[in-house]
């Protein structure tokens, strides 16, 4: 129909429910309604505008696949890390663990000799300390990730020390056949100023690596020697790791203080470790104020040097001289023994071999002139020491003191020596103290040189208050306390020590050792109730935490609640002694 215009149009109605019958009309022009099918610019606007659409889609749909990439990655790498890490502590935790089981098995099967079961006892002391730094470093992993590793320095015999590293690593030596030795030289300071146990910590971790990483039938030697530091009162000790093992390329040695690097060597799948020793020891290494070195070459073995300058103590062993004696040692490479005797005060010959010394003992038995005291090594060419031993009772004389010495484990030989006629061990390497100690036994005299003791007079009558729940560890840490004269009473738990605390006398305790995991009322929180009492003698009591939770939270936690100081379980009396004395000097300049 045609509009009024007379254009042609459509006629549109739409019927209007809400009414009765009403409908409405609507005229649309005919042109109006044609479609323009050749508009390219409309249609171009519209795909250039799907086309971004989906540029920006696709942009952001990528960017979010990587951000997940890169998490998985790191997820990955995360879940690795921890598996790394764990499998590198199973090793360094298996090391003095094997120490102490076998060393347990010795002991009860010599609990009639007092000596050796002593002996084993001591050993088992040495490892159970090492293996207490161990656990502390896995506690708080965050201390080796942040360069957090703190010293506390007490004064130590670096006898003790080497001693611990070779029975440390006896097992592990024994179980590779390798050859081993380890050589001091010039350690005229045997006292020293330091941290013990991270000083013990580097050792091993090098020496184990060395150990681990060569091959059955290899070599590792160790030497040890005291050189004059250019800081006042100290002695640079260099301590050196030498192994025939697989070596490393020069591309793992930019990296290899990296945590979990390891050198890529298909003999190395089987061995349990990922370098993280590496790390923690060259961060203990600065931390202390010295240097690493290490040469190294695939497939002919690694050198590692580590030079630190120590403070000596203040306590040495004086006097060490020998009434006149004359020794024969018979051994390849002894020269270092022969100067120490030499300075001892003792009159020595060397011989290279079993059939020289054995020429020598006679030579001397028939002119009348015996030795007082022969030392023969075990491990000898053409024959051993046993061997030797053995033919210089049978043929020449069956009463001159002989000693064996080795630096490996006694127990393997112990019985063969003694029935060829040894009549005492030395292990090496040899000291000086180690030496004058057992030739005065050997002669059936004293020694005039006494180690020095420490002196804990000062903790003579000390009363503390102790809040622990748990039986056993109230007997030990309670026992131990005692040794230095120290009284400690209890408090099974929070809510009782806050109790007892609020009762007795203001004097009446100078410091509280407290647990955190307790029943009733834990550490944290009565802590805090101590801290409000009325009595402002009793609420600034010194508290100490005394406790297995030893994350780096957990310090903090402790020292926000208001503690003074925290010690993580075991615990390591050296460290409660020094933590007592610490509070006690803090007070005093108070």
Not at 130 to 151: A, F, R
Not at 414 to 431: N, W, Y
């Amino acid at each position: 129909m045609l509009n009024s215009h007379g254009e042609e149009c459509i006629l549109a109605f739409t019927p209007v429910d809400a009414t009765s019958g009403w409908t409405l009309l609507g005229l649309v022009p005919a042109k109006d309604l044609n479609v323009d099918k050749e508009n390219w610019l409309l249609f171009g606007v519209v795909s250039a505008g799907l086309l971004i659409l989906f540029i920006c889609d696709l942009c952001h749909m990528l960017f979010l696949n990587k951000r997940l990439q890169v998490a998985a990655r790191e997820a990955e790498s995360a879940n690795k890390a921890k598996t790394d890490f764990l499998s590198t502590m199973s090793h360094d935790i298996r090391t003095p663990m094997n120490a102490i089981i076998g060393l347990t098995s010795i002991a009860e099967k010599n609990l009639e000799d007092t000596k050796s079961t002593g002996e084993s006892l001591r050993k088992i002391s040495l490892a159970g300390n090492h293996l207490m730094t161990l656990i502390n470093d896995i506690l708080d992993i965050s201390k080796v990730e942040s360069g957090k590793l703190k010293l506390s320095p007490l004064t130590f015999s670096i006898v003790e020390t080497v001693e611990n590293l070779v029975n440390i690593s006896q097992p592990m030596i024994k179980e590779k056949n390798l050859e081993f030795c380890f050589h001091i030289n010039q350690i005229e300071k045997e006292y020293l100023y330091t941290d013990q146990l991270r000083l013990n910590q580097i050792y091993i971790n090098l020496l184990s690596n060395a150990i681990k990483y060569t091959e059955p039938g290899g070599k590792v030697s160790v030497e040890m020697r005291e050189e004059t530091s250019p800081l006042p009162d100290c002695v640079r000790l260099v301590y050196v790791v030498a192994d025939t093992g697989i070596g490393m390329s020069e591309e793992f040695m930019e990296t290899m203080y990296q945590p979990f690097s390891r050198q890529i060597d298909s003999r190395v799948n089987s061995i349990q470790g990922t370098g993280l020793g590496l790390a923690i020891t060259k961060q203990m290494v600065e931390l202390m104020g010295g240097t690493i070195e290490c040469q190294s070459e695939p497939g002919k073995g690694t050198t590692f040097t580590v030079v630190l300058d120590i403070p000596a103590a203040d306590r040495q062993r004086e006097d060490m001289k020998l009434d006149p004696v004359d020794v024969l040692i018979v051994d390849v490479m002894l020269r270092t023994a022969a100067d120490t005797l030499e300075s001892l005060g003792a009159s020595t010959e060397l011989a290279r071999s079993g059939p020289e010394a054995l020429g020598m003992i006679e030579h001397r038995h028939l002119s009348g002139r015996d030795y007082d005291v022969v030392i023969v090594d075990w491990k000898m060419p053409e024959i051993d020491g046993i061997e030797t031993i053995n033919r210089i009772r049978s043929e020449i004389d069956a009463n001159i003191p002989i000693l064996l010495i080795s630096a490996y484990d006694w127990s393997d030989i112990e019985d063969r020596a003694k029935e060829a006629g040894a009549i005492g061990f030395v292990s090496k390497p040899l000291f000086r103290s180690t030496l004058y100690d057992k030739i005065n036994d050997l002669m059936g005299k004293e020694s005039k040189s006494l180690e020095p003791e420490d002196d804990y007079s000062d903790l003579h009558g000390l009363r503390i208050l102790m809040a622990e729940d748990n039986d056993i560890n109230w007997e030990i840490i309670s026992a131990m306390l005692a040794m230095f004269g120290i009284t400690a009473d209890r408090a099974e738990n929070g809510r009782i020590c806050v109790d007892m605390i609020s009762a007795a006398e203001p004097s009446r305790y100078e410091l509280i050792f407290m647990d955190v995991q307790m029943p009733e009322m834990n550490g944290l929180e009565a802590t805090k109730t101590i801290r409000k009492l009325p009595d402002p003698g009793i609420a600034s009591i010194p508290i100490v935490a005394m406790t297995a939770d030893a994350f780096s939270e957990n310090v903090t936690e402790c020292l926000n609640a208001g503690k003074n100081g925290h010690i993580a379980k075991p615990v390591d009396i050296k460290l409660v002694i020094k933590e007592i004395r610490r509070i006690r000097e803090g007070r005093e300049q108070s």
